[in-house]
C-alpha cells in the first residue's frame, strides 16, 4: 500500500518566497494541518542561495548586482548554490515516521531515492556518491564542488545538490536539479584573491561537475522535469502524490515570512552568531 503524500508545484516565485514556502511547509507539518509534503518550483530571477551558517563575505555583490541576481539565506546548511535553469524540489516529513531513518546521511540515502528514479526517467545514468571523507577534508564555498553523501554524480561528476535541516520533529530537504550550469556567472558571483585564482577554480569545478544538458546533450523544459521526478519521486519512495491547494491564510503566511525574514538584509547578510554580535538573535 502507498503511502499518501501532497504535491504542489509553486511555478517561479522570488527568491524570498521561495525560502518562505519551505519554512511555512515544514511549520505546518509541524503543526499538523498538511502531511508529507512535496513541492516542485523554480526562480523569478537566477538566485545564489547561501547556507544557514555561511558567511556573505565570500561573496561578491557587485557580480551580484551586474547579473541582476537575488540573494538569499537558506534555513539549511551547506554551501553556496546559483539557482538559474534548474528544477528546485523541497519536501517535509515527520523524523517520527517510520521510514525516515534517525541518521543524516541514511535519511539522504531514502529520501534521495526519488531523485535516482527522476533522473532515470530522463535518461541520465546516476549513481549515488559515497565520498571517502577521511582523505577528503577540503571544504568549499561552492556547492557543486564536492559530493555530498548520497548525491547524485554521473561519471564522478556531481548533477544535484541537496541542503536537510530538521526543527520542530520535521526533516525538511530541499535541493538544486540543474538542466544546464553558467560557471561565468557561477565564479564571478565569488571573491576571489586574484582572476587567476578564479580561474583554476573555474577549471577544477567543470572537472567535479556537470549538468542534465552536458550528459544528455538536450536542452528540457520545467514541465519536462516536473513530470520526470514527480514520477521519481512516488515509484523511488513508493508514495502516491494527491495536488495540494492552499487557503488564502496560508498564501498571506507565506508573504508575510517572506517580507518579515527572507527578503531583509539582516537575515541574508549575516549569520546567527554575527546577529547577535549587533544585538539581535532573530
Same mark, same amino acid.
Given at each position: 500500500?502507498?503511502?499518501?503524500?501532497?504535491?504542489?508545484?509553486?511555478?517561479?516565485?522570488?527568491?524570498?518566497?521561495?525560502?518562505?514556502?519551505?519554512?511555512?511547509?515544514?511549520?505546518?507539518?509541524?503543526?499538523?494541518?498538511?502531511?508529507?509534503?512535496?513541492?516542485?518550483?523554480?526562480?523569478?530571477?537566477?538566485?545564489?542561495?547561501?547556507?544557514?551558517?555561511?558567511?556573505?563575505?565570500?561573496?561578491?555583490?557587485?557580480?551580484?548586482?551586474?547579473?541582476?541576481?537575488?540573494?538569499?539565506?537558506?534555513?539549511?546548511?551547506?554551501?553556496?548554490?546559483?539557482?538559474?535553469?534548474?528544477?528546485?524540489?523541497?519536501?517535509?516529513?515527520?523524523?517520527?515516521?517510520? $521510514?525516515?531513518?534517525?541518521?543524516?546521511?541514511?535519511?539522504?540515502?531514502?529520501?534521495?531515492?526519488?531523485?535516482?528514479?527522476?533522473?532515470?526517467?530522463?535518461?541520465?545514468?546516476?549513481?549515488?556518491?559515497?565520498?571517502?571523507?577521511?582523505?577528503?577534508?577540503?571544504?568549499?564555498?561552492?556547492?557543486?564542488?564536492?559530493?555530498?553523501?548520497?548525491?547524485?554524480?554521473?561519471?564522478?561528476?556531481?548533477?544535484?545538490?541537496?541542503?536537510?535541516?530538521?526543527?520542530?520533529?520535521?526533516?525538511?530537504?530541499?535541493?538544486?536539479?540543474?538542466?544546464?550550469?553558467?560557471?561565468?556567472?557561477?565564479?564571478?558571483?565569488?571573491?576571489?584573491?586574484?582572476?587567476?585564482?578564479?580561474?583554476?577554480?573555474?577549471?577544477?569545478?567543470?572537472?567535479?561537475?556537470?549538468?542534465?544538458?552536458?550528459?544528455?546533450?538536450?536542452?528540457?523544459?520545467?514541465?519536462?522535469?516536473?513530470?520526470?521526478?514527480?514520477? $521519481?519521486?512516488?515509484?523511488?519512495?513508493?508514495?502516491?502524490?494527491?495536488?495540494?491547494?492552499?487557503?488564502?491564510?496560508?498564501?498571506?503566511?507565506?508573504?508575510?515570512?517572506?517580507?518579515?525574514?527572507?527578503?531583509?538584509?539582516?537575515?541574508?547578510?549575516?549569520?546567527?552568531?554575527?546577529?547577535?554580535?549587533?544585538?539581535?538573535?532573530?
Amino acid at each position: 500500500m502507498q503511502t499518501e503524500w501532497a504535491f504542489i508545484d509553486t511555478g517561479h516565485l522570488s527568491a524570498a518566497v521561495n525560502m518562505a514556502f519551505d519554512e511555512c511547509l515544514l511549520n505546518w507539518h509541524s503543526q499538523g494541518n498538511i502531511p508529507p509534503t512535496l513541492r516542485f518550483y523554480g526562480w523569478n530571477k537566477p538566485t545564489l542561495s547561501i547556507g544557514y551558517f555561511q558567511r556573505a563575505k565570500t561573496i561578491n555583490f557587485d557580480a551580484v548586482k551586474k547579473y541582476d541576481c537575488e540573494f538569499v539565506r537558506r534555513l539549511t546548511g551547506g554551501s553556496a548554490v546559483l539557482h538559474d535553469d534548474e528544477l528546485t524540489y523541497s519536501l517535509v516529513i515527520s523524523e517520527r515516521d517510520p $521510514g525516515i531513518p534517525k541518521s543524516v546521511t541514511k535519511a539522504y540515502y531514502v529520501l534521495s531515492q526519488g531523485i535516482l528514479e527522476g533522473y532515470r526517467n530522463l535518461g541520465v545514468p546516476v549513481e549515488f556518491a559515497i565520498p571517502e571523507r577521511e582523505i577528503d577534508q577540503e571544504r568549499s564555498a561552492i556547492c557543486f564542488e564536492k559530493p555530498s553523501f548520497y548525491e547524485m554524480i554521473v561519471d564522478g561528476k556531481k548533477i544535484c545538490g541537496n541542503a536537510q535541516t530538521r526543527k520542530s520533529g520535521v526533516l525538511m530537504q530541499h535541493g538544486s536539479l540543474p538542466m544546464s550550469l553558467d560557471t561565468d556567472m557561477l565564479f564571478d558571483l565569488f571573491a576571489f584573491s586574484s582572476d587567476e585564482m578564479r580561474k583554476r577554480r573555474k577549471e577544477k569545478f567543470a572537472a567535479k561537475a556537470t549538468s542534465i544538458k552536458d550528459v544528455i546533450n538536450k536542452t528540457l523544459t520545467y514541465e519536462t522535469m516536473v513530470a520526470a521526478f514527480k514520477k $521519481g519521486f512516488e515509484t523511488g519512495l513508493g508514495i502516491h502524490l494527491s495536488p495540494l491547494t492552499l487557503t488564502d491564510d496560508q498564501w498571506e503566511e507565506i508573504q508575510k515570512l517572506a517580507q518579515s525574514k527572507y527578503a531583509t538584509d539582516l537575515w541574508n547578510y549575516y549569520t546567527t552568531k554575527e546577529r547577535e554580535t549587533i544585538g539581535t538573535g532573530n
